[in-house]
Nanobody, 125 residues
Framework: VQLQASGGGLVQAGSSLRLSCATS????????AAWFRQAPGKEREFVGT????????FYAHSVKGRFTISRDNAKNTVYLQMNSLKPEDTAVYYC???????????????????WGQGTLVTVSS
């Protein structure tokens, strides 16, 4: 599959934003999906992941309760709903997908073999 992330932009602290990640592959339902982010000068950071069927999700502590990942396999799209945004959420956000992601490795970028190009989210204070 190929991934295309979109929806980034400049928002004020406290605002909401929804990112989308559209895929071109017809077997998207066989992939676990995840969002990562990378702020300037920092390493890529795990944000959250969603299982193939969309039932199970797992989030980084820093976004839990504010961000929600969902997917629509019929539309081959994964979403990241971001609420109560903070300036420290500023980063390039990447979607990723993997067919063989094991539970112990969900935070590891290496567990995902397909990546989108990233979309920039800037949160002003």
């Amino acid at each position: 599959v190929q991934l295309q992330a979109s929806g980034g932009g400049l928002v004020q602290a406290g605002s909401s934003l929804r990112l989308s990640c559209a895929t071109s592959g017809r077997s998207f339902s066989s992939y676990a999906a995840a969002w990562f982010r990378q702020a300037p000068g920092k390493e890529r950071e795990f944000v959250g992941t969603i299982s193939r069927n969309g039932i199970n999700t797992f989030y980084a502590h820093s976004v839990k309760g504010r961000f929600t990942i969902s997917r629509d396999n019929a539309k081959n799209t994964v979403y990241l709903q971001m609420n109560s945004l903070k300036p420290e959420d500023t980063a390039v956000y990447y979607c990723a997908a993997g067919q063989r992601v094991i539970q112990s490795a969900i935070r590891d970028p290496k567990a995902y073999d397909t990546w989108g190009q990233g979309t920039l989210v800037t949160v002003s204070s």
